[in-house]
Each structure stands twice: as C-alpha cells, then as structure tokens.
C-alpha cells in the first residue's frame, strides 16, 4: 500500500511562487512515478506535471510549461512541485497521484492519490 500526504499549498498574489510536496510511504515507493493533478470548482480533474520513477523523464501540461517543474528527492520517496509566476487561473486543489507502472496524463490510471492541497491565487 502505498500513502501520499501533500503540503505546501496556501494564498499567493498572481506572480508569486509556491512549492508543493508529496510525501510518500510504502516498501516500494521510490519505484513508482508520480503525478501531480488540480481540480477547480465545478471543473474535471486535469493533468499538471508527471515525472517517472527514476526522474529522468518529466512530462508537463500545456497550461504550466515554464513555470512549473516537477521533481523528486534524493530519495526518490518526495515529489516536489515547484510553480512560479501564478496565475488566477492555476487556482485548484492539487493532488498527487502515484503508480507503479504509468507516468502518463489520464488520472484514471493511476492507483494512489493524496488528500489534496489548495492553491489560490488572487488577482
């Protein structure tokens, strides 16, 4: 069984900057990719940065190229999403999603999710 605990979310002014964590715990863990998905009100779950196992591939949405980066701890059991230049519209909870074989944009497909972290961004 594998428990991700997100952290790091809160308030920012538009421009700023944030850095989310996903603690990971589980005997094999350091062995999945990981993901890192948002959620606004009243809109679908939408793929943000996914990055594999190792951490030598990395995959980013359209809508946070350039100002998102998504990496993993030395210990490859921490995944960290460091977002810069907020926007209003990057507002949503973020969650982390894990999974021992697929690093890919279709939440479905992943089998471990975290409790969320809120993000907002004021204008």
């Known amino acids: 069984q594998v428990q991700l605990v997100e952290s790091g979310g809160g308030l920012v002014q538009a421009g700023g900057s944030l850095r989310l964590s996903c603690a990971a715990s589980?005997?094999?863990?350091?062995?999945?990719?990981m993901g890192w998905f948002r959620q606004a009100p009243g809109k679908g779950r939408e793929f943000v940065a996914a990055i594999s196992w190792s951490g030598g591939n990395t995959q980013y949405a359209d809508s946070v190229k350039g100002r998102f980066t998504i990496s993993r701890g030395n210990a490859k059991n921490t995944v960290y999403l460091q977002m810069n230049s907020l926007k209003p519209e990057d507002t949503a909870a973020y969650y982390c999603a894990a999974d021992r074989y697929y690093s890919g944009t279709d939440y479905h497909r992943y089998d471990y999710w975290g409790q969320g972290t809120q993000v907002t961004v004021s204008s």
């Open positions: 589980g005997r094999t863990v350091a062995t999945y990719a």
